[in-house]
């Protein structure tokens, strides 16, 4: 029971981006997507969650190939972007029921879902609230709750700090803890080292469209052959050889 990708080539034209990418993000595992701006860490995403079709290599989700029944495939994850995208013309109750429907979620147990979380992100009194009303990290925390409704198999998170107080970081973690418990694979692409070494349990470390190293802490250390370096450190070196 995993994502996985394998030997994935593409980007956003001919001249490809990924080259060559394999990794697994197996059953109630969290695992850091990491790498400098430009590494791809972001066209990894946008490939698992459907936006760019792989120029070559395969992406499955427990069994289910998103080349081969996509419907089926997308069905299974939730997403977090780096930048909130929201409908102007939506309230936040509105957002949250168009979430339910894309999902086919039962109304009275989403609705519970839904309240716990506003009230763990302090939105439970801007249900009628419009985008236009919310801060950059009002809107982030509106894409977490619409991410963390529905029950998947998948979930990815696209630099999820930016923009969020440290209230607010420190419940995203405890929710996506809540959420690897319960068995869904998560894959979080972040610049925040520190705090990906303390939460993630192994990465995918990239750059220039590669994988330079894959596997826990741990393992990173001892393939760079530094015993008591951080994780920024081991990048950092792994980067500039």
Not at 2 to 21: F, N, Q, R
Not at 129 to 148: D, R, T
Not at 172 to 183: F, H, P
Not at 213 to 238: C, H, N, V, W
Request: charged fraction near 25%; proline fraction near 4%; aromatic fraction near 6%.
């Amino acid at each position: 029971m995993s994502l996985e990708v394998e030997h994935l080539v593409g980007g956003y034209s001919s001249l490809p981006v990924l080259k060559d990418i394999s990794f697994e993000v197996k059953q109630g595992t969290l695992v850091g997507l990491i790498g400098l701006n430009g590494a791809g860490k972001s066209t990894t995403i946008n490939h698992i969650i459907g936006l760019l079709r792989p120029q070559k290599g395969s992406i499955s989700l427990n069994g289910v190939s998103l080349q081969n029944a996509p419907a089926a495939y997308k069905k299974k994850i939730a997403y977090i972007p780096e930048i909130p995208v929201l409908y102007d013309e939506l309230t936040l109750k509105e957002h949250l029921e168009l979430t339910m429907m894309a999902y086919k979620l039962e109304q009275k147990q989403a609705w519970d879902h839904a309240l716990r979380l506003l009230k763990i992100f302090r939105l439970e009194k801007k249900l009628d609230w419009f985008p236009i009303n919310f801060s950059k990290g009002m809107k982030q925390k509106v894409m977490i709750v619409c991410a963390m409704l529905p029950d998947v198999d998948l979930l990815l998170v696209d630099e999820p700090f930016l923009g969020l107080d440290p209230l607010a970081t420190r419940d995203l973690l405890n929710l996506l803890a809540e959420k690897k418990e319960n068995g869904t694979a998560i894959l979080m692409s972040t610049h925040v080292l520190s705090t990906a070494q303390e939460v993630c349990d192994s990465f995918v470390m990239i750059d220039e469209g590669q994988v330079l190293a894959d596997g826990t802490f741990a393992d990173l250390r001892k393939q760079s052959r530094q015993p008591t370096a951080s994780l920024s450190e081991i990048y950092l070196d792994m980067t500039q050889k």
